[in-house]
Nanobody, 115 residues
Framework: QVQLVESGGGLVQAGGSLRLSCAASGSILSFNNMGWYRQAPGKQRELVAVVESGGNTEFADSVKGRFTISRDIAKNTVILQMNSLRPEDTAVYYC?????????WGKGTLVTVSS
């Protein structure tokens, strides 16, 4: 059974940084795509960043230039580095993996950015 476990959320002031990690129970190369989504209170879940198996990355316009996504293949981990955080980045961040048409989700980690 595939498990994705997020860590690294917390409270940070605006302008600060956080590093989120998503540890997979198996090889992350078995996934076609892995990424991060977020859901703010009262809003729909939205894509933040994704990394494809070949290494290509995509970002939401709202985080371009501030967030990066990377993989540590040896540790089966996907990392979201978040810089220049804004209060509007406050949300629960979820790790997502897609494999053979199936999607897997972590339980989420809360990021709170204070003004």
């Amino acid at each position: 059974q595939v498990q994705l476990v997020e860590s690294g959320g917390g409270l940070v002031q605006a302008g600060g940084s956080l590093r989120l990690s998503c540890a997979a129970s198996g090889s992350i190369l078995s996934f076609n795509n892995m990424g991060w989504y977020r859901q703010a209170p009262g809003k729909q879940r939205e894509l933040v960043a994704v990394v494809e198996s070949g290494g290509n990355t995509e970002f939401a316009d709202s985080v371009k230039g501030r967030f990066t996504i990377s993989r540590d293949i040896a540790k089966n981990t996907v990392i979201l580095q978040m810089n220049s955080l804004r209060p509007e980045d406050t949300a629960v961040y979820y790790c997502n993996g897609e494999r053979r048409g199936l999607e897997f989700w972590g339980k989420g980690t809360l990021v709170t950015v204070s003004s």
